[in-house]
């Protein structure tokens, strides 16, 4: 297992707890959270792979359900017994940045290798990293968090326009320059994070 | 024409008449409540189609168009008759648990001939069992009812878990699984609303 | 460059343009409004590739990018410099117009040649013009103009139709009898807009 790997599987989790904690503050039942948990953290592979028309790789092996289920057990025990939301605590925003640096190169990667243009690998990378938690989102009502936790999408977007240009432009192998990608988009959002940082509105 | 696709047609009636019925509350113009019918009834395959990468069926042959325009059509001249809406009647009900059945199972054969994985299986078989009312709900502004009638899509979810294990673990054909996995799931639904049950809400 | 592809280039830089405006009306932040602007411009295009299974065309090439960067950053001047929302002005109605009919056309020609029946190819000509917009509304919490602003779609759907006999019933090249779909579906709208039309409210 590549550290790719492990960042990925640790993204699966965090997201699918995620999920899990929008649906209790929902006031779903049960059924409900497990949808929103396994939606959240695939929704945006099968996102990626529906624009780059192939069969979403989330539904076909073994090891991604997993990870997912064991996140939206986990959720589901630790408000039962401990009756309190984690999703807001910094260890679960430390791994939501892991899993959103892992999402968003990999739908960035997938694009350049589909052949795409920026803005069609920055839009997959986006959609990888936050098309799960947009979906939970609209699903639930609220207004995706895309468009109001604004340095999130940048964090992505980032990831993927430095991961293209050193691909396209300075020749480096999307593997290698996805390596270099992942800790910046990760290390921003974390920053981001620490500082409180926003966009500057427009006015 | 054997039982299923003539499950199949009651489902699509069904599904366009309660689209229709949507359309109506929300005020709508002809053309609105037309589109909502054909979104209702429709929707569904199309995600189904979407997931697996084919052109959608719904969209290339002749005979759905017909049924889901007659459903239409009765839906609005019933309403203009009677001006009673027959959406919360008993019969549209029972359509309705026809067409969730053969949706569902329909979807759920789709996945598993894709080569899909449980989570995969079952996600396709809700999605094309309750996606075209999903979409009708997103775009009236409603919350999907499939968050909020919590035995509708648990029977989607069971009918594609039993033809799942019947076929992978007990070697049935998707075929002869799929008639008694949609006989159960329409079972399931029917007693679910003649018994009013609930899932536990999680607290 | 045919007065297709004119046509087309007017449509992305008007539908960027609204986009822009409803992130401003929405007081997000400039990443939100250039999301805003090229989900607008590219929506209805990735839809309609969706849909019949091929990598999205405007996620491939150049020409589209800067257009739609183009409608983007002007949109955004202009408000800087004259704070005034131009989205309503005739000029940008007009400009929608023009792209609502080019878009349209693409649409349903791309449908024809996929071999869609009628509901098909109206669907994807309707996706295709009117998805943009449909897609940065979701997004931004308003109930799609599609159900409300009903002669909009409704000249998607007729240009789609006369498209749609043109070929299959008359015989016309797709290419051919879409310059006069393009011609007419633009002229309905600006009549619509010009004479104020509405559908008949159902009741």
Do not use: Q
Request: aromatic letters at 12%; charged letters at 15%.
């Amino acid at each position: 297992m590549t550290l790719f790997d492990f960042f990925n599987i640790i993204g699966l989790v965090a997201f699918a707890v995620s999920g899990v904690y929008k649906g209790i503050k929902k006031e779903l039942d049960i059924l409900g959270i497990s949808i929103l948990g396994f939606l959240t953290a695939f929704g945006g592979g099968i996102l990626r792979d529906i624009i780059i028309n192939r069969i979403p790789v989330v539904l076909t092996g073994y090891m991604d359900i997993s990870f997912a289920t064991g996140g939206i057990i986990a959720g589901m025990l630790f408000y039962k017994i401990f009756k309190k939301d984690i999703s807001t605590s910094t260890t679960v925003k430390i791994f939501d940045a892991i899993g959103l640096a892992a999402f968003t190169i990999s739908g960035a990667i997938v694009g350049i290798n589909a052949g795409l243009n920026l803005v069609g690998v920055i839009l997959l990378a986006v959609l990888t990293g936050t098309g799960g938690g947009m979906i939970s989102d609209i699903l639930t009502g609220e207004v995706p968090f895309i468009l109001k936790e604004d340095v999130y999408a940048t964090c992505s977007i980032a990831g993927a326009f430095i991961l293209f240009t050193l691909t396209k432009t300075f020749g480096f192998s999307p593997e290698s320059a996805g390596f270099f990608s992942l800790i910046f988009t990760m290390a921003l959002r974390l920053t981001a994070i620490y500082k409180n940082w926003h966009l500057p509105r427009f006015e």
